[in-house]
Nanobody, 127 residues
């Protein structure tokens, strides 16, 4: 069974950092692009960052570039999202996702299909 499980969410103050983890099960991890999305309160889900199966150059949304860092550990089947200098507008439920194609993530539109989604983890940033 293919499964993604996120962890590491919580409440922080403006300017602080947080690292999210997503553990992938089975053969899913080896050949898929893994990425992060978020859904702020009352808003639609949006792409945050993604990294290919072999690592390589990651992909970031404009708001994540320079503050967030995505990486993966193929040995442990984990993908990370390091979030620095957090702002109140980063408050959201953060979801891990997997798909064969990076464009499915970088060009994501709300409601679009991706192969696997995690259950989400809440990040709250207070001022």
């Amino acid at each position: 069974q293919r499964q993604l499980v996120e962890s590491g969410g919580g409440s922080v103050q403006t300017g602080e950092s947080l690292r999210l983890s997503c553990t992938a099960s089975g053969r899913l991890f080896r050949s898929y692009v893994l990425g992060w999305f978020r859904q702020p309160p009352g808003k639609e889900r949006e792409f945050v960052a993604a990294v290919g199966w072999s690592g390589g150059e990651p992909y970031y949304s404009e708001f994540a570039q320079g503050r967030f860092d995505v990486s993966r550990d193929n040995t442990e089947n984990i993908v990370y999202l390091q979030m620095n200098n957090l702002k109140p507008e980063d408050t959201a439920v953060y979801y891990c996702a997997a798909d064969r194609y990076v464009t499915a993530m970088t060009s994501y539109k709300p409601g679009a299909f991706l192969d696997v989604w995690g259950q989400g983890t809440l990040v709250t940033v207070s001022s």
